[in-house]
Structures are given as C-alpha cells and as structure tokens.
C-alpha cells in the first residue's frame, strides 16, 4: 500500500474510531482527539480534570476502540516500584523467577499520579522513555504499543507529591477536562442512568497502531514549519534572544528540546488525521498549548496577576 493510500485509510479509520468513543464519551471532544493523536505518535499524555469528568472512562474506552491491552494502577501514598513494575520470588525449585508487574500492558491508566512519592512516581521514567525496565539488574523489554495516559485531580492538593519537571517533560499533551455542557451532561445522565449498555467495537489492532507510527514519521515536513516549531519553543524561555516582554516578565523556565521534537511529530499527525500529505504552521498552532502548558513554569509575579500558562502560550502564537 502507498503512503498516500495509508493516509486516506488513516483518516476513514480515524473518523470510525472517533464515532465508536462517542458511544461511551459525550462531549470532551479535544480530550478526545488529543488522547488519539498521542497513541497515533507514540506518546503519553496527561489528563487533568476535576472528579467525574471521565477521565479514567475515557482511559478505558479508547484502549478498547484501539483494541489493545489496559491495565489501571491507583498511585496511593504508600504504592512501591515492585507494586507498578514486579519483583522476583523465590519457586518451588529455590530459583528466583521474575512476576511482572502491571507495566507489562499496551496501554497504562497511572490514576491520580500526583498521590505517590518521588521514588515510585520514578519507577515510570524509565518505561515511559525507553519502553523497558531494569529489575535486579535484569532489563526487561515492553510490548508495544505502550502508553501511560497519567490522570491528576488539580483541586485536592493536600497529601500530594507534585511531578517533576523530568517527568512532566515526557509527558506528549496535557490535557484539560472541561465541564460538560447543559446539553451533554443531560444526555451523560440519560446514559448512565437507563439500563442500556452501549458496546465499542476495536477499530485498530496493536500492529495497525505500530505501522501508524511509522507512517506519521515518514511524512515530509517543510523546513520553515520545523523552523517555526523551534523558534516558539526558544520564545518560552526568559533568557533566549527571542523571548518576548511577557515571557521576560512572567515566566522562570521555558521549554526544552523534548517540545519541539513533539510538536513536529504532533503536527505531522494533527495534518495526517484531516488528510493532509504535509503539516503547515496552523497544524503546529493547533497542537501548541497541550504540548507547551506543562513544560514551562510560572513566576510569582504570574500567579499574582492571575496570568496564565495558556495565556502567554497564545500571545506567542
């Protein structure tokens, strides 16, 4: 098949699995389409929202429509490495034998993140970049696809641990849960409270989901797109040449290298999602704000104006 024939099936499948999330999740269309592209680039994404908006519903229905494994790991205070990863035992035979943990999915469900410590929130690292884990000094490799889709409560901040820059950074999106419209919450009602049970079919197999990958790395990109994708990342940080009054004034970090290589890889696959053969600098603009509100860090003086993350990610734009 030519990249051109896989790009059109891409979009018809794209449109197909979008209509099966439906079926479960009403509304929380970005969420949505965010949460597919980030499978569709090999990435792993953060979803914030307050409780009952469906966060871990969403989770689990996307890796049905994808037809892919999902394990569900509640991150508690007291939840170790071994807990997420696995541990050796000894056997019958006095042999230690290797029990593998709940990492060893296709796609990962890290529900409410910011509730376990440092030590265990780092027990992801590891997978979540380099897709293997080192236990006792043995290096395990993870079946792809693999994805951790991290969910995080921003109002009940007590008792929490919140995630380091080194982590967020592997985060692809972060995303934001809004509150259902009139509308939809009525209909959200409806569904969940009748007797019907509504059924999602698998659109993708894990081997579709790989040759997708690989087909959005293929497509060409302009050099002055890939330009304009650096150039608003080295505006975020306060000390670059390019850094803009507000970014001076209201920012302490900016982002690094990690954002530009996913907004390129974003982008590629926000144009491939509506049938384009090239991304162009509205497809980059579309992708911005999830891919740079995580990356970059506020000042006091920030927080003291009630200015935020999203409104100086849309000034650079």
Known sequence: MSDVQAVNDLVKKYH???????????????????????????????????????????????????????????????????????????????????????????????????????????????????????????????????????????????????????????????INLEYPTFKEEVEVVINTTSNQIQKVNAIFSGEEIIEIQQLIRKIPITNNVVEYAVKLVGKTRPKSPEATEIVKNYLDWGAGPRASQNLVLAAKAHASVRGKFSPDIEDVKAVAIPILSHRIVKNYKAEAEGITISDIIKTLL
Not at 40 to 49: A, P, R
Not at 92 to 111: C, V
């Open 16 to 174: 197909l699995l979008q209509s099966e999330i439906g079926k479960i999740i009403i509304g929380q269309k970005d969420a949505v389409n965010l949460t597919i592209l980030s499978v569709f680039c090999g990435g792993h994404s953060l979803l914030i929202g307050v409780p009952g908006l469906a966060k871990t519903l969403l989770v689990n229905t996307v890796s049905d429509a994808l037809g892919l494994n999902f394990k569900r790991i509640q991150f508690t205070p007291d939840l170790m490495p071994s807990d997420i990863l696995g541990s050796e035992i000894l056997d019958e035979n006095r042999q230690f034998k290797f029990i593998k943990g709940p990492i060893f999915s296709n796609i990962i469900l890290a529900d409410e993140i910011n509730r376990t410590p440092p030590k265990t929130q780092a027990a992801l690292l590891e997978a979540m970049q380099e897709r293997s884990v080192t236990i006792s000094g043995n290096h395990y490799k993870l079946q792809l696809p693999f994805f951790v889709l991290a969910t995080q409560n921003p109002i009940e901040q007590e008792g929490t641990y919140p995630l380091p820059e080194a982590q967020l950074d592997r985060f692809m999106f972060s």
